[in-house]
């Protein structure tokens, strides 16, 4: 990775108080121009993959301001040495590199991947909850079916022998031409 810093405004060819739809075209058009399908010059596929670089940066609002910020500082920075390096006997100043970091986490980015991070056990544990509910249903079910089906057979079973019993005074009412228990 690279310490120098780089002017996403200058790779877009853009000013610093252009509007987003500025730096939209901007990107279009410097796609277009230097995408590798397109340009097989040497160096267009760099520039191309900086051009969208810049673009991911300053076509977000909130990254473009901490861009912006950074921008500023690296400015000042730059002037400061320029300042010290006119003078003088200082001939000796040295420059420092200043780097810009991708992505500064704020209290709410923390709390979102906590949140995240969170979840998934929540996740599982609901619905270990909602499988123990269920079968806890089903065990009610065959439970409360259970009676019910020892009822039922008794009553088969009484049907049964009720049937039987008729059965049997028919049969002998046509054998002996007279029924009798």
């Not at 397109?38 to 301001?65: C, F, M, W």
Request: hydrophobic fraction near 45%; charged fraction near 15%; glycine fraction near 4%.
């Amino acid at each position: 990775m690279s310490n120098e810093f780089v002017n996403y405004y200058d790779e877009l060819e853009l000013s610093q108080n252009a509007s987003p739809e500025m730096v939209k075209q901007a990107y279009r058009t410097l796609s277009k121009r230097f995408h590798p399908d397109h340009n097989q010059e040497e160096g267009a596929e760099a520039k191309y993959l900086s051009i969208q670089k810049a673009y991911e940066v300053l076509s977000d609002p909130s990254t473009r301001s901490r861009y912006d910020q950074q921008l500023n500082q690296y400015r000042d920075l730059s002037n400061l040495t320029d300042a010290l390096n006119q003078q003088e006997g200082t001939a000796n100043v040295q420059e420092e590199t200043y780097t810009i970091e991708p992505y500064q986490y704020t209290f709410k980015d923390y709390c979102y991947l906590v949140m995240r991070a969170l979840f998934w056990p929540i996740k599982i544990i609901g619905l270990l909850i909602y499988w123990a509910f269920l079968a806890v249903c089903w065990i009610i079910t065959i439970l409360a079916m259970i009676p019910s089906l020892i009822i039922g057979a008794l009553a088969f079973l009484f049907m049964a022998a009720i049937g039987f019993v008729i059965i049997l005074l028919i049969v002998s009412w046509f054998m002996n031409g007279t029924p009798s228990l």
